[in-house]
């Protein structure tokens, strides 16, 4: 493995250097060596030192901020709003038993926002490494790696600081939907050699975001279960494993996820993470060659996420899996078989259709049909072709969800789409898909620089995306993994394949992180601004109708090779908040 360079490479605007996007930042890496880091810290006054901070940069851990001193964090809100900022805490000393202390906002009027509404969370410290050659198979060694602010932890209530470090403290504040509209002020106290008290100033605004299960914006992380299990050290689909789960599910739903990720046949993506991705239909072949299939796991799973608030949909992986092996206990041979022949064939036909058939008739009766979507990933259109065909003959409202490139051909036919980030939809397609009530989405996954979800990505990326959906008139974003974690993921977001962090959002806790949050604060903003448009055109506020337009027409992801996504926010984020 290269040397750890102790530096945050995402943000590297402190140093000096050029801003530019944090992908193309992180492989025009700085020299720095031990004396530039001593001198810098030597310029630092003596003590513990404590400033607010940009929730949209990654400070570095051996590295004083460099950033102007931040005494008061003021900002705007609608109620029903989750907002966040960063608290830095550094020393050229070591300081022990640091504690933050939280405080009720109050306005003029008596109003609150009770304390139990804020948040204060460490910033963990994980190794990333670079995009550089994007997908594909790496080995540690080859890549350069680094320490990156990342996942958030709200258990600790006290830390120490060492020595020339510093520590970036994640505050979060939801504005409770029944919050009256004004000025809250209050501090937030660190108690370290002495106390320090920071201002805080909050105006809610009369605007109002509906509860995360009601928004518009679609967010879909695919959650892996029994990635869940391991790092619990839990028996797979055990009444402790379910219990666990419970958290993890519920962050999600809180996050505005609508999508239930359902395995219904073993290794839906050709077992390409760390865990396995166990089947939840147990598929057996009778000593008769008739075929029955258990669905008991299933409907516990699925019955489980909806009671978490994941309730609208049940992606069901895969027909068309990457690895065309659908594993099933052949009673005659006592063991486990494996059916291969290739999509579209007769035997392939009749070996599904089978299968279709029960699994049609038992959704209905559990009332779930009108959900549940057969979901393929890109496939050649052939075999595609010969899905949806199957599909339909066996009943005509079975729905389908395909997550790749735009295939006219095809489109059709998918109720819910999600086309690469390099496709658009052509502007009547997409209209059409509107009035038919189908959805259209986009993804990144380990092909684009930017913007992305990496470790290493800039923070300001997630919130981009939401506005990248307002702007291309889409409903929402798509990324592969939840939480399909790395052997040690609090420790190495790191992966056999792919860049670092592509794996997974959150860390097991369950703990937020910095992306995740922000992928959140994305979705807040394309709310505001899907209310906002329809606001102006109702009123005919047509000037500001104009002004929000416009400020949409800069997303556009090439504009994100000369301009970072936090500059290009810092121009249009105060529309939102008038």
Known sequence: MKRLIFI???????NNIKAQDASL???????LNAQIIDDQWRKVPDGLNVSFGSSNTRFARELPPGTAIEKVWETKAWKG???????????NKDVSNISIQLYDLKDEQGHFIKKENINAGMVKYVITDEFRDGCGYRKAKDFDS????????????????QKNNTQPIWVSVKIPASTSPGLYKGVIQIKGEKDYRLPITIKVLNKMLPAPGKWHYDLDLWQHPAAIARVHKLPLWSKEHFSAMKAYYQMLADAGQKTITASIVNEPWGHQTYDDYPSLIKWTKKKDGSWTYDYSLFDQYVAFVMECGINERINCYS???????????????????????????????????????????HLKQKGWFSKTYIAMDERPMEAMKAVIKLLKETDKGWKIALAGEYH?????????YCIASKWDFPAATLQKRKEQGKISTWYTCCTEPYPNAFSFSSPAEGVWMGW????????????????????????????????AGDTYQVYPGPLSSI??????????????????????????????????NKALEIFEIKALGTTTADQMLKKVKPLLNL
């Open 319 to 361: 027909m068309v899996p990457w690895k065309i092996a659908f594993s099933y206990y052949d009673e005659n041979l006592q063991k486990e078989a494996v059916f291969t022949d290739a999509i579209g064939t007769p035997t392939y036909i009749n070996f599904w259709k089978t299968m279709l058939v029960d699994f049609t008739k």
């Open 408 to 416: 006219p051909e095809v489109e059709q036919d998918i109720d819910n």
């Open 25 to 31: 930042a992180l492989q025009k890496k700085p020299v």
């Open 146 to 161: 680094s320490y990156v602010a990342e996942a958030i932890d709200t258990r600790l209530s006290a830390t120490p600081l």
């Open 81 to 91: 709003e989750k907002i966040h900022t960063q608290l830095l805490l550094w020393s």
């Open 8 to 14: 945050c490479l995402s943000c590297l605007c402190f």
């Open 515 to 548: 992306r995740f949050e922000k992928l959140i604060e994305g979705a807040q903003d394309f709310e505001k601004i899907q209310q906002l448009k329809a606001l102006y055109l109702k009123s005919h506020q047509s000037q500001k109708l104009e002004e929000l």
């Open 468 to 499: 990248y959906t307002a702007r291309k008139n889409m409903d929402g974003y798509v990324r592969w993994a939840y939480n399909s974690w790395t052997e040690n993921p609090l420790v190495d977001t790191r992966f056999r394949t792919w860049p």
